[in-house]
């Protein structure tokens, strides 16, 4: 039983492609972020998303969007590829994360689906 | 800006030896997280500390952490070679001034090899 999922695995494509990335958590978590880790492994936020807020950082281009169906499915759409983008790109989820809670460690923790490595040419 | 510093960055050890691997952060935060990642692989969460003080241990692996000093510590005892890896430490944080969602912040990881 997969918790988080991802497809596809790996992603290549050329410049100028739209393309999209799909994830899935059977979790029954609220919370569903996308990171992406470059090259040299360094792992950012890139947007976080429950029922009520989704936060985008303030790094990334517009020509990343992410899009959910329902509580389980955190959708990445990416527009005009560009080099750049190449990196792995991994969905997570957790419960809802926020200041309000007062649980113990597993009402916090992150769960990494495998990652997509996305190769723009 | 929150800012989360590991060091060091690349760690290479002898199998049985002892090693510490820091993670300073530059602001209050109640939650810090340690990943594990091997290569081509996700992430694989290690331990939660979610107070000043708390201590975990999973067999040669022992993380603390220190809230009034923004430092945790994951110690490495008797290392062996299956341990290799990347390690993370990553620092929860509100998304913006007032946000009730929190983020992650990670720290740029700790490449360890153990040698045989």
């Known amino acids: 039983d997969t918790a988080v999922s991802q497809t596809p695995k790996y992603l290549v494509t050329q410049m100028g492609n739209d393309k999209s990335i799909k994830c899935e958590q059977n979790?029954?978590?609220?919370?569903m972020y996308w990171y992406k880790q470059d090259s040299k492994k360094f792992l950012k936020i890139m947007f976080s998303?429950?029922?009520?807020?989704?936060?985008i950082n303030e790094t990334v281009p517009n020509r990343f969007s992410p899009k959910s169906p329902d509580k389980a499915h955190l959708n990445l759409h990416i527009n005009s590829l560009e080099l750049g983008d190449s990196a792995v790109y991994f969905c997570?989820?957790?419960?809802?994360?926020?200041?309000?809670?007062?649980?113990?460690?597993?009402?916090?923790?992150?769960?990494f689906g495998p990652g997509t490595r996305l190769t723009v040419t | 800006e929150l800012k989360v510093e590991q060091n060091p960055l690349f760690l290479s050890m002898q199998e049985g030896k002892n090693y510490t691997i820091y993670c300073n952060y530059s602001?209050?935060?109640?939650?810090l997280y340690w990943y594990r990642q091997d290569p081509g692989k996700s992430l694989e969460s290690l331990f939660v500390?979610?107070?000043?003080?708390a201590v975990k241990q999973e067999g040669r692996l022992m993380a603390s952490l220190d809230t009034k000093a923004r430092l945790s510590t994951l110690h490495i005892t008797a290392a062996v070679h299956d341990l290799s890896a990347t390690y993370f430490c990553?620092?929860?944080?509100?998304?913006?001034?007032?946000?009730?969602?929190?983020?992650?912040?990670f720290g740029k990881g700790t490449k360890l090899s153990v040698i045989p």
């Open positions: 997570a989820s957790s419960q809802e994360h926020s200041s309000g809670l007062a649980g113990g460690p597993e009402d916090y923790e992150q769960y």
């Open positions: 979790l029954g978590h609220d919370t």
């Open positions: 998303y429950n029922n009520k807020e989704l936060i």
């Open positions: 602001t209050t935060s109640d939650r």
């Open positions: 500390l979610l107070s000043n003080g």
């Open positions: 990553a620092v929860d944080s509100p998304a913006y001034s007032g946000a009730g969602s929190y983020q992650l912040t």
